[in-house]
């Protein structure tokens, strides 16, 4: 059996894996590995919020104008369109470009004079199994092509498998949350998509016929079509359903079918042909508090590095750079126990109250029936509501007095027994613990007046961490709260480079 030393193997060459990989391989040597054939290939398709992309040069050159308009056609309710109200805007990201980039950093760092020198990007090879020793992990892989066996020995173990995590289900390793279940195809249209114009995303459009019982909510399985319209020949149309339970792929596709052929929303699609099939799961609704093991890391949809409302790729944007580098300084360091790895994944406090809100919005989308997701869209529209609101609720960016304000209007237009009826009761844990992170994050905004030494000091004492003011033009931020460990994000590029095991 071949064997190969490293300080890092990251299982996973998606978004996840190769941005913090490549970031990795900077100050270490790196093993990224996946099962698929090429660095580019991904079933997945992102548009982000523009304040995640902005002013990151790497990421610059992979994007397009994004989202101008959002759109809702519901089949019994409200058609309402509006143009994005996000001061940055959305952007699409192109993903077999962006992937690319990544693999060849990583490449480049691998035949540089640094510390990432023999870095490996290995395609073709299937994660099989691990052992976690004292002072490293070893990780058995397969070489698809060959049937031949690899182990792979290093520091740490980074787990970037995505939803369908192998290494997580082995763990144990699990947050409590709903999973959005998304299948479409990257249309062609020769002769232009007519009405439908550049930026315009279908947000929520639902229809009649393919789902018999008219009550059904999405988590009893009713989907929801969406689409985005990429550039003046490009959409991509898609069903997308929010359940505990991933729905099946064959499930999925057999409705995509169906609703393609024979519902009034896939007309502008008539004519234009298939270039990609597009699908997959990603966590929502749940709060990622970092989940780690000893020497094994989860990131990305691996590790729920996802905001209630699913941005699973804007999270990964984020946090990438200051994620890596932290992990390269604890590689370095050798501290690589549970505790330690899962510290890295600590939202900022200021965030989690935003959550709250998103995640009711998600537990809400999931078991309203279509007529409350009617009055639910209705809502944004109406007065002393705006449609930002809905976009600031959904990117996280929604602010202290935002919340209360949004509360009460949701209070006078939805009955309380009614709200109650739609989150079921054994979800009232992760309603609980998102409510109690709010309370936390309230208290420590209205003592904020005896100024923020004073009041990190008394925190810090009792073992809370205590917001940062959040700056004026914050849109959307997702970002693991870095703050503690700004002196350690500098790892230098000179370290040793190879591998203690
Ligand atoms: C259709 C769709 C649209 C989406 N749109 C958006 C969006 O607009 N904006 C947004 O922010 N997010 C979006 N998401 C969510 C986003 O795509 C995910 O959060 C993100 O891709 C997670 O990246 P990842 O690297 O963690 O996982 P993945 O992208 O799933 O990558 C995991 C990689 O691991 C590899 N792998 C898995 N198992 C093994 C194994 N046993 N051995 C070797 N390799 C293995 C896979 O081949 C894959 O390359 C969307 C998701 C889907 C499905």
């Known amino acids: 059996m071949q064997e190969l030393q490293c300080d890092v193997v990251v299982i996973g060459a998606g978004p996840a894996g190769l941005s913090v990989g490549s970031e990795l391989s900077k100050y270490l040597r790196v093993v990224v590995v996946d099962q698929k054939d090429h ?23 992979f994007l397009t104008p994004g989202v101008k308009r959002f759109i809702t056609n519901t089949y019994e309710g409200p058609f309402k369109a509006w143009d994005a109200k996000l001061k940055y805007g959305y952007k699409f990201v192109k993903e077999h470009g962006l992937l690319d980039h990544f693999a060849g950093v990583l490449e480049g760092n691998s035949k540089a ?53 192998l290494i997580a289900q082995e763990c144990g390793v699990h947050e409590q949350c709903y999973w959005w279940s998304v299948y479409g195809w990257i249309m062609d249209h020769p002769k232009g998509t007519g009405d439908m114009k550049v930026g315009d995303y279908l947000l929520w459009g639902t229809f009649g016929d393919s789902n018999p019982d008219l009550k059904a909510t999405l988590a009893a399985g009713r989907p929801v079509m969406e689409y985005e319209i990429l550039d003046e020949h490009t959409s991509f149309p898609m069903v997308l359903y929010l359940r505990k339970q991933k729905m099946p792929l064959a499930s999925m596709k057999n409705e995509f079918e169906h609703i393609m052929k024979h519902e009034d929303l896939s007309n502008p699609f008539k004519g234009a042909a298939v270039k990609e099939r597009k699908w997959g799961w ?35 944007l984020t946090n990438y750079r200051k994620y890596a580098r932290r992990l390269a300084a604890a590689v370095k360091d050798d501290k690589l126990d549970r505790a330690t790895l899962a510290s890295f994944c600590k939202m900022a406090i200021h965030e989690k109250n935003e959550m709250v809100v998103d995640q009711v919005a998600a537990h809400f989308l999931s078991h309203a029936t279509p007529d409350q997701i009617d009055r639910f869209i209705a809502f944004w529209d ?37 709200l109650k ?81």
């Not at 449609?387 to 237009?413: D, N, P």
Request: glycine fraction near 10%.
């Open 39 to 61: 660095a580019s290939k991904c079933t997945k398709s992102w548009f982000v919020p523009g304040i995640v992309t902005k002013g990151n040069k790497d990421i610059e050159p």
């Open 113 to 165: 004079k640094g510390p990432g020198k023999g870095s490996k990007l290995m395609l073709g090879y299937t994660y099989q199994s691990h052992v976690v020793l004292s002072d490293g992990v070893k990780v058995r892989l397969l070489k698809s092509s060959t049937d031949t066996e690899t182990m792979v020995r290093a520091r740490l173990l980074v787990d970037a498998s995505g939803s369908e995590s």
């Open 282 to 316: 990603y966590p929502s609704a749940g709060i990622s508090q970092g989940i780690a093991k000893d020497r094994i890391a989860f990131i990305g949809d691996a590790g729920y590095w996802s905001t209630p409302c699913g941005w699973g790729m804007g999270f990964i």
């Open 382 to 418: 109406t007065p002393g509501m705006n449609f930002k609101y809905c976009e600031k609720v959904f990117t996280l960016t929604v602010q202290e007095e935002e919340i209360l304000h949004l509360a009460r209007c949701l209070f006078s237009r939805f009955k309380f027994s009614e």
């Open 421 to 501: 009826e739609i989150f079921p009761r054994e979800d009232t844990a992760i309603v609980r613990r998102a409510v109690a992170l709010y309370v936390q994050a309230f208290i420590w905004d209205k003592l904020s007046f005896l100024g923020h030494s004073l009041v990190h000091g008394v925190a810090s004492r009792l073992g809370f961490k205590v917001p940062k003011p959040i700056p004026e033009d914050q849109e959307f931020e997702n970002g693991f709260d870095f703050a503690d460990y700004e002196d350690l994000l500098d790892v230098s590029t000179q370290g040793d480079g190879g591998a203690r095991t």
